[in-house]
């Protein structure tokens, strides 16, 4: 079983509209999780870090499951901008990688 | 501020070449490190300095050579590299390595090929 597994899409959303996706991990143990959103041919850029059971951002919610091992991610009002892909990654002491969920906001 | 730069952004290269890629922040942080990263793949860690010390090498063929000259540079030096090396190199630091809080910042990578 993968470290970090996550639904990899591609979303497909329009503007306004809003959109979830999930990740697992596999460590019962991991404590510190991070969402970085990359855009095509860029460097990861932290999006918003969860220790607790979530996190809020403006139009981003992070939520944590510690029951299930997962962390989720919604992005409410998607803006054209949002179109990226979303790293899921769990920090246990060494970063561990999701492959990635891509999203697309279309007009 | 919580920029780290690298040079050059971009860099072509022979298998015979020796090309040094560089890293540089200036946040105080004390642990660096370097990841490549393949198309649609997420980054994957080689190497990662802690106080100037290298704490971890991920196997790395010894074509890529690793060097933390200060604890605001890092640089990564390749010799003799194959095609499949092709990819982008991410440096990346945070405030210290090995705390569950920590969080890296990831340069703008340099994007290489080898021919």
């Known amino acids: 079983r993968k470290e970090v597994e996550q639904d990899p899409g591609p979303f497909n959303v329009p503007e306004g509209a809003t959109v979830a996706f999930n990740c697992t991990y596999s460590?019962?143990?991991?404590?510190?999780f991070f969402w970085y959103r990359q855009d095509c041919r860029k460097e990861p850029k932290l999006l918003m870090s969860v220790y607790s059971s979530g996190n809020e951002d403006g139009r981003f919610t992070a939520q944590l499951n510690r029951a299930s091992q997962y962390i989720s991610l919604l992005i409410r009002d998607s803006k054209l901008s949002d179109s990226a892909t979303y790293l899921c990654?769990?920090?246990?002491?060494?970063?561990?990688f999701g492959a990635g969920t891509t999203v697309t906001v279309r007009a | 501020d919580t920029e780290v730069t690298q040079t050059p952004k971009h860099l072509v290269m022979g298998m015979t070449n020796k090309k040094s890629l560089k890293c540089e922040q200036h946040m105080g942080h004390r642990a660096m490190y370097w990841y490549k990263q393949k198309a649609k793949k997420p980054p994957e860690l080689m190497f990662v300095y802690s106080y100037e010390k290298l704490s971890i090498n991920e196997s790395v063929p010894s074509r890529f050579s690793p060097e933390c000259p200060n604890s605001s540079l890092l640089n990564l030096h390749l010799h003799a590299l194959q095609p499949e090396d092709s990819a982008l190199y991410l440096c990346a630091s945070s405030q210290v390595m090995g705390t569950t809080t920590d969080t890296q910042y990831f340069g703008p990578g340099t994007r290489l090929t080898v021919l």
């Open positions: 460590n019962s143990a991991s404590q510190s």
């Open positions: 990654v769990v920090n246990d002491y060494k970063l561990s």
